[in-house]
């Protein structure tokens, strides 16, 4: 994990160089803008008046920062927040102006319908809320102050299906280079031929001359290893007037392979001289595998079998909206891949850059998906109304953008898209292939239509006989669950009677009677006791035993996976809650993640853990703390991947059982207080436990953070879990207790969440927060101030507790 760490290091500060305008230069423009939620008349102009607007850093979501209100137009899908028209401003300083250079600005997101200037010249518009741009400043900038403008307008909503945030979310990029360079976003590396012991790389690219007289440069391209090290290097020379397209192939001997048990990564270095003085240079990550989709067969990663253990996730990462920190979107990864995953769904749209570097260096396949619909809206004033007009440029960039990562896999055109035709279909596919014919294509709940290679599933594949059915019509097409399975957790909830949505929860456009005609086709999941034993929770709280379904529970859907070899493996829906699609007010999500907004496991984590981890683990659930539940029979679960689990309650054996197809071990267990233990075996050796005790009254607050030293550069983050602890340090599970927050210093809050769905309290401005069943995350950022942060917490009836963090300056 630290050379994942470092590799991350060492890309992010590669594009955090000190500007300069010899050559290629990039440089992170973050900080400092200027920024107001108004629309004034003449913002565009350079000497308009800014200085009365906030100063903040970007990325920047303002939709988060709003109050939660019923009748916010974004509605059940926007999470009730608001949207609105910003303005964003910023000055560059140049002290002179090369002749040689060209000058752009680069944005990796705004959403959504953005315009951009400098000193007064509009640089263009642009839709999309999830591709990046970049606009050529060179005609228009001066030596002295240039002022950059942004108004992004998202005064119609709703605008998509689920949150989309508002603003500049993403980072953006100075960049200078000179006249004759690299068109980064055409080169393409290709592995056509992989072993073991040889891999034929095919390199195309191509170099731009902007310069009036004819270029004559050598190129020299590196292969470097991960360990820096030069693997194969070649020198051209090559004269031409425009632009020179390039077209190699490289040996690379014993390589190492990319796989997500693996992740091995290799530099394609590109030095273009004239004259012997460097004018560009530009390096691009790939990685060597093989990935081969063999009908009826299954997926094969260099040459070996691979079930896609893959998760689907929207962009945001719930108290901070969809403006996330390169630090937070690593601990949420990290946690994924310590569950086991190795595979990610991007949810309905491009991600930022950085996703797909850490899940090349993390080991993560991707499936990378472009657009949620086509030519309808899906969603009122979504990009559906720009469709026509930019589809065919959007999915160039975006598979241009991609295409060098190992880490993705395969193509999605496209995700429930309404009413869509076979022919349109067709022309998606075909465009996606113009740029790249190296991976498969595929649509969620695209079955339908002949153009995909692999069909993608979504709901209707979770009835039964749904894909075995689909497998005898074509046997040709492996199946993939481009959305599979559908279940329901909220954290430190349980019920022991099953619950199925459209009978016991409807979503808006379900009605309960609808569940007679659907009850056939469904994987019912029996009841863990005839009478429910826990009472009175909440119906828009899901319980924590895998009982509360749509349509298949994990268990059975992962059996069907390793059952069928056609059907390769799944993108469940979703690895964490997500903000929107919450069915109605009050409520910020519909608790379908496998971890909640602040970021902490449910049991079902653990249940996947016993699925796809090789790691020996045992996991055991309910928490054991059941005020006058004594005597009551208590379904107690066990999850693990070993053969056989033992149960222990106050040091008493209650029986040792072996693991099968059920995917979890039950007892029935008299509640008693005291201390709960499973043991987990293989070969009749013990290779888990774990233990549960019962909790007395709360006492105070334990403070852990993933971090105990910041650095003060203003983009470090850590993360602060807030637990309820009874005198004993013993975790109370159903505490609510209020809790009130300060830090100061050298680092402030970004966001607070308990994981409560029901919570509509600010994630931004409130620093009281009640704990949900027994915990809150604090996310703080440093803010560039040397010294010390304390963060302190109290609560009511609760002791106080501090912790000190020391900043450092690298």
């Known amino acids: 994990m630290k050379k994942i760490i470092l590799f991350i290091g060492v890309y992010l500060a590669l594009c955090q160089v000190v500007f300069s305008s010899e050559g290629r230069q990039v440089k992170s423009i973050n900080f400092d803008w200027k920024f107001t939620l108004t629309n004034p008349q003449g913002a565009s102009a350079k000497a308009f008046d800014d200085t009365k607007w906030r100063t903040l850093d970007l990325p920047h979501d303002w939709s988060i920062e709003g109050e939660f209100k019923k009748e916010n137009p974004s509605g059940t899908s926007g999470t009730f927040l608001p949207g609105g028209i910003g303005w964003y401003r910023k000055d560059i300083e140049l002290e002179k102006i090369d002749p040689n250079t060209v000058y752009s600005i680069r944005f990796d997101g705004v959403y959504l319908n953005s315009d951009v200037w400098i000193n007064g010249f509009h640089l263009g518009f642009h839709p999309n809320g999830y591709l990046g741009f970049e606009y050529d400043l060179t005609p228009y900038l001066i030596e002295g102050k240039n002022t950059i403008a942004v108004k992004v307008d998202h005064s119609k909503l709703p605008s998509g299906r689920w949150y989309t945030g508002s603003g500049i979310y993403r980072n953006v990029w100075w960049e200078t280079k000179d006249k004759t360079h690299l068109l980064e976003d055409d080169l393409f590396i290709t592995t056509p031929q992989v072993t073991p012991k040889k891999a034929i790389l095919h390199l195309v690219a191509s170099i731009l001359n902007q310069k009036k007289r004819k270029a004559k440069v050598e190129v020299q391209l590196n292969i470097l290893d991960k360990e820096g090290q030069l693997v194969s290097s070649t020198v051209k020379k090559y004269q031409f007037q425009k632009q020179q397209e390039i077209a190699l192939d490289f040996e690379v001997e014993n390589p190492n392979l990319w796989s997500p048990k693996s992740p091995s990564m290799y ?106 619909g086509w030519w309808n809206t899906k969603a009122k004033f979504d990009y559906g109304l720009h469709f026509e007009e930019y589809w065919k440029k959007d999915l160039e960039t975006f598979i241009k953008r991609d295409r060098n990562h190992p880490s993705v896999v395969i193509w999605s055109v496209g995700n429930e898209v309404k009413g869509y035709t076979n022919e349109q279909q067709k022309l998606l596919v075909e465009e996606a292939k113009k740029w ?170 653990y249940l996947y853990q016993s699925l796809w981890s090789d790691q020996p683990m045992v996991h055991l659930l309910p928490h054991w703390s059941h005020k006058g539940k004594e005597g009551v029979k208590i379904p107690v679960v066990v999850y693990t991947n070993c053969d056989e689990a033992e149960l222990f309650l106050n040091g008493a054996s209650l029986g040792r059982k072996p693991m099968n197809e059920s995917r979890q071990i039950v007892w029935q267990v008299p509640y008693q207080k005291g201390e709960l233990k499973a043991v987990a075996y293989m070969d009749d050796k013990i290779q888990a436990s774990k233990t549960i005790k019962t909790a007395e009254e709360a006492y105070t607050t334990t403070l852990t953070t993933d971090k105990r030293v910041l650095q003060a550069d203003r983009k470090d983050v ?84 501090q912790l000190i963090i020391n900043t450092i300056v690298l």
């Open 718 to 801: 850590l993360h602060c879990e807030v637990s309820v602890v009874d005198q004993n340090g013993v975790f109370v599970p159903d505490a609510s207790n209020e809790l009130q927050f300060k830090v100061t210093g050298g680092g402030h809050l970004i966001g607070i969440e308990n994981g409560d769905i029901l919570d509509m309290s600010s994630s931004k401005y409130d620093l009281n927060r009640k704990a949900f069943n027994g915990r809150c995350l604090l996310i703080i950022q440093s803010n560039g101030q040397k010294g010390n942060i304390k963060i302190e917490v109290e609560g009511e009836g609760l002791k106080s507790q």
């Open 267 to 372: 530099t394609m270095e590109t030095i273009i001289t004239h004259n012997g003085e460097e004018i560009d240079c530009y390096s691009t990550t790939f990685g060597i595998r093989k990935v081969e989709w063999k009908p009826n067969e299954g997926v094969f990663l260099n040459d070996e079998p691979i079930l896609i253990k893959g998760l689907s996730n929207h962009q945001d990462a719930g108290p901070l909206g969809v403006a996330v920190p390169e630090d937070v979107l690593y601990r949420r990864l990290k946690m994924l891949k310590d569950m086991g995953c190795n595979a990610l769904r991007t949810a309905h749209h491009p991600f930022a850059p950085e996703f797909y570097t850490m899940c090349d260096t993390m080991g993560f396949m991707v499936m990378d998906e472009a657009f949620d």
């Open 436 to 605: 790249d014919t190296s991976r498969p294509v595929t649509q969620g709940r695209g079955y339908k239509g002949d153009h995909i290679d692999i069909a993608g599933f979504n709901g209707h594949g979770e009835f039964k006989n749904v894909l075995e059915k689909y497998n005898e019509d074509h046997p040709q097409k492996l199946i993939i669950g481009t959305e599979i399975t559908h279940t329901l957790q909220t954290r430190g909830v349980y019920r022991t009677k099953t619950w199925y949505r459209t009978k016991d929860n409807p979503a808006p456009w379900e009605k309960p009677e609808h569940f007679k005609k659907l009850e056939p086709k469904i994987y019912k999941i029996e009841d863990l006791s005839e009478e429910e034993v826990f009472e009175g929770i909440s119906p828009k709280y899901q319980s924590s035993y895998d009982n509360s379904i749509v349509r298949i529970g994990v268990r059975d859907d992962w059996n069907r996976v390793e059952q069928m070899d056609f059907y390769v493996g799944n993108f469940r829906w979703t690895g964490f809650d997500y903000l929107g699609e919450s069915f109605n007010w009050p409520a910020r999500t519909a608790n379908f993640g496998i971890i909640d907004l602040a970021g902490f496991p449910k049991d079902h984590y």
